[in-house]
């Protein structure tokens, strides 16, 4: 969940970065358009009012020299920048600020043919530099100067004056300032430091393509390079500006701080990653050493409970636990009509073998005879330990005399097998009680005791032999 939420908050902040500085880029590119918008604007104005007042003294003055009258009282935009020239209807130079171009034959602008006022914007190239021409026709008929009669006011400027504005700073290595003619025909276009001209700019297919092509930004795919975009058509002269940003410089930033962010990320991750191992690792050892103590815990307390329902010295179920097998077997005899029986067992002879060879050897006698008694009787049925040499054994699941008497001789013959005891060969028998469920008793006392009773009746009898109490099944 910690590393979810990193990459996911990552991921989060990311996208808001990029949406920022996409948003940043289209207010860049709203800003700029209308900053050159204006300067555009107000150059051409200045154009524009000096064609009109050019042609307004050549149509309403009766001398020549129009433009040097109007140059000696500052009327006219400087020479080191602009070049007004005066062209008749041939196209000949007759006054001009550059005394160079007179008596040069200048192409006729684009609305030549067009009657009536209007501006035309035109190119020009010169040795040194391309210059874009604006030109308003002198009207005929109005014009008292014969010796210029019908023709045009022309103002030359170089293309680059309009893209001087360029800045790299805002504008990046890819970015584009551009003055488009209605014809789509590209005047002028700045890219960095290259200048061009004359490409053909899909303007009408740009703004088809957005909503407010004006106001709102749109990328455009031009010459290779992806740009924001934005188009302005200058209402009052047949050009319109072009602005763009390109997206992988506006993003390069964008890009940084997505690459920062990831790293970060990844650095976060690794940190939680090596915190959840150290953690891991500590649970590990903790949940270890926990389960090491509840499993000394439940041992203890096997071994308790061993040691409260076994004797020590053979290992056997002693009488605690004896007394609470045979009362769970008499009640599910008693519950489905079966039968078990319970052997007395009193070692004959042990007495003596323990007070001659000492309590050592009679313990060592007592383990063997345990472990003998254990390999005469079934896998189901119980040996248990009451004290001193006497032994019970549990006999599940037997109704007749016939089911125990095979297993009582195997005890008997099992216990005559001569014992080794400290060097010496040792010979004992055993005396056997047996008392039978429900015969003998409905409860573990009764059992127990007429089972005692037999086993003393079978020493009587001679020993190393086997009594029942009770012949009824037999």
Same mark, same amino acid.
């Given at each position: 969940?910690?590393?979810?939420?990193?990459?996911?908050?990552?991921?989060?902040?990311?996208?808001?970065?990029?949406?920022?500085?996409?948003?940043?880029?289209?207010?860049?590119?709203?800003?700029?358009?209308? #900053?050159?918008?204006?300067?555009?604007?107000?150059?051409?104005?200045?154009?524009?009012?000096?064609?009109?007042?050019?042609?307004?003294?050549?149509?309403?003055?009766?001398?020549?020299?129009?433009?040097?009258?109007?140059?000696?009282?500052?009327?006219?935009?400087?020479?080191?920048?602009? #070049?007004?020239?005066?062209?008749?209807?041939?196209?000949?130079?007759?006054?001009?600020?550059?005394?160079?171009?007179?008596?040069l034959r200048l192409r006729p602008p684009l609305q030549a043919t067009q009657e009536g006022d209007y501006l035309a914007v035109g190119e020009a190239q010169t040795e040194q530099e391309k210059q874009l021409t604006f030109?308003?026709?002198?009207?005929?008929?109005?014009?008292?100067?014969?010796?210029?009669?019908?023709?045009?006011?022309?103002?030359?400027?170089?293309?680059?004056?309009?893209?001087?504005?360029?800045?790299?700073?805002?504008?990046?290595?890819?970015?584009?300032?551009?003055?488009?003619?209605?014809?789509?025909?590209?005047?002028?276009?700045?890219?960095?430091?290259?200048?061009?001209?004359?490409?053909?700019?899909?303007?009408?297919?740009?703004?088809?393509?957005?909503?407010?092509?004006?106001?709102?930004?749109?990328?455009?795919?031009?010459?290779?390079?992806?740009?924001?975009?934005?188009?302005?058509?200058?209402?009052?002269?047949?050009?319109?500006?072009?602005? %763009?940003?390109?997206?992988?410089?506006?993003?390069?930033?964008?890009?940084?701080?997505?690459?920062?962010?990831?790293?970060?990320?990844?650095? #976060?991750?690794?940190?939680?990653?090596?915190?959840?191992?150290?953690? %891991?690792?500590?649970?590990?050892?903790?949940?270890?050493?926990?389960?090491?103590?509840?499993?000394?815990?439940?041992?203890?307390?096997?071994?308790?409970?061993?040691?409260?329902?076994?004797?020590?010295? #053979?290992?056997?179920?002693?009488?605690?636990?004896?007394?609470?097998?045979?009362?769970?077997?008499?009640?599910?005899?008693?519950?489905?009509?079966?039968?078990?029986?319970?052997?007395?067992?009193?070692?004959?002879?042990?007495?003596?073998?323990?007070?001659?060879?000492?309590?050592?050897?009679?313990?060592?006698?007592?383990?063997?005879?345990?472990?003998?008694?254990?390999?005469?009787?079934?896998?189901?049925?119980?040996?248990?330990?009451?004290?001193?040499?006497?032994?019970?054994?549990?006999?599940?699941?037997?109704?007749?005399?016939?089911?125990?008497?095979?297993?009582?001789?195997?005890?008997?013959?099992?216990?005559?097998?001569?014992?080794?005891?400290?060097?010496?060969?040792?010979?004992?028998?055993?005396?056997?009680?047996?008392?039978?469920?429900?015969?003998?008793?409905?409860?573990?006392?009764?059992?127990?005791?007429?089972?005692?009773?037999?086993?003393?009746?079978?020493?009587?009898?001679?020993?190393?032999?086997?009594?029942?109490?009770?012949?009824?099944?037999?």
């Amino acid at each position: 969940m910690m590393l979810l939420v990193v990459w996911g908050s990552t991921y989060f902040l990311v996208n808001k970065e990029r949406v920022a500085i996409e948003r940043q880029a289209e207010l860049s590119v709203g800003e700029i358009t209308d #900053t050159y918008e204006a300067r555009v604007v107000r150059a051409l104005r200045e154009i524009d009012t000096a064609l009109k007042l050019v042609r307004f003294t050549a149509n309403n003055t009766g001398h020549a020299n129009v433009l040097n009258a109007l140059n000696e009282q500052r009327l006219l935009p400087p020479a080191l920048l602009f #070049t007004i020239s005066l062209v008749d209807a041939q196209g000949m130079v007759v006054e001009s600020t550059d005394s160079e171009l007179l008596g040069l034959r200048l192409r006729p602008p684009l609305q030549a043919t067009q009657e009536g006022d209007y501006l035309a914007v035109g190119e020009a190239q010169t040795e040194q530099e391309k210059q874009l021409t604006f030109t308003r026709p002198l009207l005929p008929g109005q014009a008292p100067m014969q010796e210029i009669g019908s023709g045009w006011v022309v103002i030359a400027i170089d293309a680059n004056y309009f893209v001087s504005s360029y800045e790299a700073r805002s504008l990046g290595q890819q970015g584009m300032l551009a003055l488009v003619g209605e014809d789509g025909i590209v005047r002028v276009r700045r890219t960095g430091e290259s200048i061009n001209s004359g490409e053909l700019m899909e303007l009408a297919a740009w703004q088809s393509s957005t909503l407010d092509a004006v106001s709102v930004p749109f990328l455009t795919h031009w010459e290779g390079v992806e740009r924001y975009t934005l188009v302005r058509k200058l209402y009052d002269f047949p050009l319109s500006i072009v602005v %763009g940003l390109s997206a992988q410089e506006q993003l390069a930033e964008a890009q940084l701080l997505v690459q920062k962010y990831w790293q970060r990320a990844a650095w #976060t991750s690794a940190l939680l990653l090596m915190i959840l191992v150290i953690l %891991g690792r500590l649970s590990w050892q903790l949940q270890r050493e926990r389960q090491r103590v509840m499993d000394e815990r439940v041992l203890h307390a096997q071994q308790v409970e061993h040691l409260a329902f076994h004797d020590t010295l #053979t290992d056997l179920p002693n009488r605690a636990f004896l007394s609470h097998l045979v009362s769970q077997e008499v009640v599910l005899c008693g519950r489905h009509g079966e039968s078990f029986a319970l052997l007395f067992l009193d070692l004959d002879r042990f007495k003596l073998i323990n007070d001659s060879l000492g309590h050592a050897v009679g313990d060592y006698l007592l383990q063997e005879a345990a472990k003998r008694l254990t390999g005469a009787v079934r896998e189901s049925d119980v040996v248990a330990r009451l004290g001193g040499d006497e032994f019970i054994i549990l006999l599940r699941k037997v109704s007749r005399t016939e089911q125990i008497v095979p297993i009582a001789n195997e005890l008997l013959s099992s216990m005559r097998q001569p014992f080794i005891l400290a060097g010496q060969e040792c010979h004992i028998s055993v005396s056997i009680g047996v008392s039978l469920f429900p015969a003998d008793g409905l409860d573990e006392q009764s059992l127990m005791k007429n089972a005692d009773v037999a086993m003393y009746q079978a020493k009587q009898a001679g020993k190393n032999n086997v009594h029942f109490c009770s012949i009824a099944l037999s």
